[in-house]
């Protein structure tokens, strides 16, 4: 070592060689060399470079690495808060690119689902080239194209519902599993059942026998049947029923049910009429023909005896005819062809009319016929007609029916019906009375409490009928309390004519 910077002179001596040093054989070798490490002088890490000189000796210089290091720091840091500032950026516009991308996916997704509940009406409307607006474009083509496809079998779907809803009757369906799949509001109604008789079978939901050989009979045949089922409950019904197996699907049925229980009521009561009626007219015709009969051989054996034969050709041949009045004056009430016409009458000479006619016959019974009607009630609305015919049954009946030194009594009470006044008629007697048991039937045509009395007393079984159909044409029902041993008495209510339209 010849000279260096930091050692003293008077100390080069002491140095070692560094004629072994790599950066000078390197130099020695190469025109210059370079090497980092723990300087053995001064104790410093340094980076050497050494180069040789014109006089063969070798240059070396040294830099302490600290200013390496600090520089590197400084470049680190440098880095660091560049690369710290680019992952700001980077999260900050992929934020915001997540957000675009998001709300557009969110979009798409929202239209999907609108498809999937069937409104085909949702459009995304994104604009753009990337691939989320083009499947954007490709879900609103697709809506376009299933909301065209889609809109006959709306309408279609539409017009199935409304006649389903229309019909009055019952529809069922049940699925391939034998279980319900579908029931009408009408089948719902006619057989009260509840919302969870979907997926029953059809046992569990209407409980009936019958009704489940006729589905396990078209099951199992693949045929139609039918029947008529009476159902029992709290609504009694008699149910046409009809199960066809549904075209194309061998497992599945469906069953219509037609309520005919006011079909059978109907022909019931007609077959019932028939009958009461051909029975009321078989006896007087069979008196008659037999008294006519009896009366050729009396008229030349026995003159005497013709005169009562005579009276029963009279007198049935005059049962007859009210019969016969009756049933066309119940037939023309109940077609509506019996035509009321309402004015303003005051009910006292109404009243007075048809007690006068009946007067001779109370006193022949020794019945005592009156009437308690109030000058101060006003004009009733009413057809008088119709009036004297209710009252005109109502009286005959009380006479008819009620013993000598009775009370027959035609009472007018004002009253009020559905919050309006009105007047109540009442025909009151104090005869047996009716047992309960037959009040609720009372009005039924052809019903007797006492048949064989009624018939020999002259009545038609048809008159209660009349007077109940001519009180609800009035606008009041006719109503009846009766106490065995006390009396009977028919009510019924009129409205007043300067509370009404006349």
């Excluded at 104090?430 to 039924?444: K, S, V």
Aim: proline share 4%; net charge neutral; charged share 25%.
């Amino acid at each position: 070592v010849l000279g260096d910077s930091e050692v003293p002179r008077a100390r080069i001596p002491s140095i070692e060689s560094h004629r072994h040093r790599p950066e000078v054989e390197q130099a020695f070798a190469s025109g210059r060399g370079s090497a980092t490490r723990l300087s053995d002088t001064i104790h410093v890490r340094l980076l050497y470079v050494a180069a040789p000189m014109k006089n063969g000796a070798i240059a070396r210089v040294a830099l302490p690495l600290v200013e390496v290091e600090r520089a590197e720091a400084a470049i680190r840091r440098s880095l660091l808060v560049a690369s710290i500032l680019a992952l700001v950026l980077a999260a900050v516009m992929s934020l915001v690119i997540a957000h675009f991308t998001s709300r557009a996916i969110g979009d798409l997704t929202h239209v999907a689902n609108a498809m999937a509940r069937g409104d085909f009406d949702a459009r995304a409307k994104l604009s753009g080239a990337d691939e989320l607006s083009d499947l954007g474009r490709a879900l609103d083509q697709l809506a376009g194209s299933l909301s065209v496809t889609m809109q006959p079998l709306r309408a279609e779907r539409d017009r199935v519902e409304r006649i389903l809803s229309g019909m009055q009757e019952g529809v069922l369906l049940i699925d391939a599993s034998g279980r319900v799949a579908f029931v009408t509001a009408a089948l719902r109604q006619m057989l009260l059942l509840g919302a969870d008789c979907v997926g029953k079978t059809p046992f569990e939901a209407i409980h009936n026998d019958e009704l489940e050989g006729l589905v396990e009979g078209a099951h199992a045949t693949g045929a139609t049947q039918a029947a008529e089922l009476e159902l029992a409950g709290l609504k009694p019904r008699r149910l046409l029923v009809r199960v066809v197996p549904l075209v194309g699907e061998p497992t599945g049925l469906l069953a219509v049910f037609v309520d005919v229980t006011d079909i059978r009521r109907l022909e019931s009561m007609r077959r019932d009429f028939v009958a009461n009626a051909s029975h009321e007219l078989r006896t007087p015709v069979t008196a008659v023909r037999s008294a006519a009969e009896t009366l050729r051989f009396a008229m030349e054996n026995d003159p005497e005896a013709a005169g009562h034969f005579l009276e029963i050709i009279e007198r049935n041949a005059e049962r007859l005819q009210h019969l016969v009045e009756d049933l066309l004056d119940l037939s023309r009430i109940e077609s509506h062809e019996y035509r009321l016409t309402f004015g303003a009458h005051e009910i006292a000479p109404l009243v007075a009319r048809v007690i006068d006619l009946f007067r001779e016959r109370a006193e022949k019974k020794r019945i005592r016929l009156t009437a308690d009607v109030p000058a101060e009630l006003g004009p009733a609305r009413v057809d008088p007609r119709a009036f004297e015919q209710v009252l005109t049954n109502l009286i005959d009946n009380a006479l008819k029916y009620s013993p000598e030194r009775t009370t027959v009594v035609v009472r007018a009470r004002a009253t009020e019906r559905r919050g309006k006044p009105a007047i109540r008629l009442s025909v009151v007697d104090t005869g047996p009375g009716i047992e309960e048991r037959h009040l609720p039937r009372l009005f039924e045509r052809f019903y007797r409490v006492d048949t064989g009395r009624s018939r020999e007393l002259g009545g038609t079984g048809l008159g209660l009928s009349i007077v109940k159909h001519l009180c609800d044409a009035l606008g009041g029902p006719i109503q009846v309390e009766s106490t065995v041993g006390s009396g009977t008495t028919f009510s019924f209510t009129l409205a007043r004519a300067d509370d009404a339209a006349v």
